[in-house]
């Protein structure tokens, strides 16, 4: 089992910037993502990248999110930018040891997450 620990969240006002950081002890897995979960709705994918770096990401923070990783610091960050209130979530990371899927069902290794609240 892999241990994730979120951190970075926080209340902003629109158009605002955020930083998560996800660590973990184990880095020996593929593919490691950043989803939400906003209340009443269910959990979505909003950015993944795999061991080769390769990137997908939400369709509505596309230049606006950006995921990475400091492999020595066995950390996965989220740099969210230009925040609108409908970015207002539970942050999770989430980690698997095969491909990267969208599908949060794919994932076994959650963190506890971390709240992002953005006001208008």
């Known amino acids: 089992q892999v241990h994730l620990v979120e951190s970075g969240g926080g209340s902003v006002q629109a158009g605002g910037s955020l930083r998560l950081s996800c660590e973990t002890i184990t880095y020996s897995i593929n593919c490691m993502g950043w989803f939400r979960q906003a209340p009443g709705k269910e959990r979505e994918g909003v950015a993944t990248?795999?061991?080769?770096?390769?990137?997908s990401y939400l369709d509505s923070v596309k230049g606006r999110f950006t995921i990475s990783k400091d492999n020595a610091k066995k950390t996965l960050y989220l740099q969210m930018n230009s925040l609108t209130p409908e970015d207002t979530a539970m942050y999770y990371c989430?980690?698997?040891?095969?491909?990267?899927?969208?599908?949060?069902?794919?994932?076994?290794?959650w963190g506890h997450g971390t709240q992002v609240t953005v006001s208008s």
């Open positions: 989430a980690a698997r040891g095969g491909s990267c899927f969208w599908n949060a069902d794919y994932f076994p290794d």
């Open positions: 990248m795999d061991s080769t770096a390769l990137t």
